[in-house]
Every structure is written in structure tokens, then in C-alpha cells.
Nanobody
Framework: QVQLEESGGGSVQAGGSLRLSCAAS????????MGWFRQAPGKEREFVAA????????NVIDSVKGRFTISRDNAKNTVNLNMNSLEPEDTAMYYC?????????????????WGQGTQVIVIV
């Protein structure tokens, strides 16, 4: 059983930056592909970014390309989401997720473990 805990959320002005972190415990982090999802009020949860076991391959959705970067540090059992040039549309609860696979997935149901989320609010 892997436990995930997100941190780093907050309220920022449009155009600002945040770095979200996810700490994993209770499992073998190096065997997991990791993902970030978000859910805005009244909307469905959507895929944001994912990274493979080794960190060699990653992907982000088109709406955040050039602004968000996902990375991982297997020595520290953490995965990060660097968020730059934030827009009001980025406001959401952001969730960290893990799956026992060498490859990433954009589908929520492919992930086995989830954190409780961290809130991101972007204001004008």
C-alpha cells in the first residue's frame, strides 16, 4: 500500500508560479509511474501530467505545455509539478496518483493510489 501526500498549493496572481510536491511512503517508489490530475469546482477530474518509473519520459496536456513540467526524484520518493505562467483556468484541486507500471497513463482508472489533493487558486 502506497500513501501519497501533496503539498505546495496556494493562492497566486495570474502569471505567477507554484511548485507542487507529492511525497510517497509505504511502497517501492521506483516501481511506480506517477501522475498529476486536477478537478475544478463543478467539473470532471482531468489528466494534467505523468512521468514514467525512471523519469526519462513524461507528458503533459496541451493546455499546460510550455508552462507545467513534471519531474521525479526517486532517491527522495517525490514527484513534482512545476507550474509557471498560471492562468485563472488552472484553478483546481490537484491530485497526485500512482500506478504500478513502467509507463504513464492519462486515465484516472489506471491509477491505484491517490493523495488527498492540494488546492491551487489563481486570481486576476
Amino acid at each position: 500500500q502506497v500513501q501519497l501526500e501533496e503539498s505546495g498549493g496556494g493562492s497566486v496572481q495570474a502569471g505567477g508560479s507554484l511548485r507542487l510536491s507529492c511525497a510517497a511512503s509505504g511502497g517501492t517508489f521506483g516501481t511506480l509511474s506517477m501522475g498529476w490530475f486536477r478537478q475544478a469546482p463543478g467539473k470532471e477530474r482531468e489528466f494534467v501530467a505523468a512521468v514514467s518509473r525512471s523519469g526519462s519520459f513524461s507528458n503533459v496536456i496541451d493546455s499546460v505545455k510550455g508552462r507545467f513540467t513534471i519531474s521525479r526524484d526517486n532517491a527522495k520518493n517525490t514527484v513534482n509539478l512545476n507550474m509557471n505562467s498560471l492562468e485563472p483556468e488552472d484553478t483546481a484541486m490537484y491530485y497526485c496518483a500512482a500506478r504500478n507500471s513502467v509507463v504513464w497513463s492519462p486515465r484516472s482508472y489506471d491509477y491505484e493510489s491517490w493523495g488527498q489533493g492540494t488546492q491551487v487558486i489563481v486570481i486576476v
